[in-house]
Every structure is written in structure tokens, then in C-alpha cells.
């Protein structure tokens, strides 16, 4: 996430002040500047150019999350600790059990 909103950053400051100049941004450099900052930030999926292209069209540069949050995201981790230290003693949750200790938290 943080590797798109800086490639859109950088391509939206690059295009507006060659918009205003009215000249053209050089051929290949929105796909040179993906491949170089999914270097920099050690990024191994295929980013786009449509992604960057799209975000400059609609006027969103930076997207501040990709959904709503889970709502028990906050009793997850409890959740997993718990699983941990039951395996750890031999005693693994079953399938009601999970749901009686999750209603409890």
C-alpha cells in the first residue's frame, strides 16, 4: 500500500507539472518508476500501470485502507494465544468450545 501511494504521488507531481508546462511525461516512465519503487519497498506483485492511471483519474492518490476493518479483529489475537497455549497442553479446541470462549472475550 505504501509502495502505490508513493508511485501515485510521484506520478501525479510528475504529470501536473508537465500539465502546466504543456509538454508530455517521457514514454515509459510510469512503468520505470513501478519497477523502481517495487525495488525499494521489496514488493513482489505486479503492480499495475491502469492502478496508478485510475487513482489519477478519480483524485484519489492515497488509499487509507483496502476495507472495513474485521469486528473482531481486537479478540483475534486473544484468540490465537488461547488456541496456542491449549495445544501446548494437549487439550485442543473443538469447534463449540471455540465458540463459548469467543462469546466470553
Known amino acids: 500500500l505504501k509502495c502505490i501511494n508513493a508511485i501515485c504521488n510521484i506520478d501525479s507531481t510528475k504529470t501536473t ?3 502546466t508546462v504543456k509538454s508530455r511525461v517521457p ?7 513501478i519497477k523502481l519503487k ?3 519497498y521489496g514488493i513482489s ?10 487513482r489519477h483519474t478519480r483524485g484519489r492518490l492515497c488509499a487509507s485502507h ?6 473482531v479483529e ?3 489475537m486473544a484468540l490465537v494465544k488461547i488456541y496456542v497455549q491449549m495445544g501446548k497442553i494437549r487439550q ?5 468450545h471455540t465458540v463459548n470462549v469467543f462469546n466470553d472475550l
Open 45 to 54: 506483485k505486479f503492480i499495475t500501470e491502469d492502478t496508478i492511471r485510475s
Open 27 to 33: 514514454a515509459g516512465f510510469l512503468a520505470s518508476l
Open 74 to 76: 481486537s479478540a483475534e
Open 17 to 19: 507539472k508537465r500539465s
Open 92 to 96: 485442543p479446541l473443538t469447534r463449540p
Open 66 to 71: 483496502h476495507g472495513t476493518p474485521s469486528p
Open 38 to 40: 517495487s525495488e525499494e
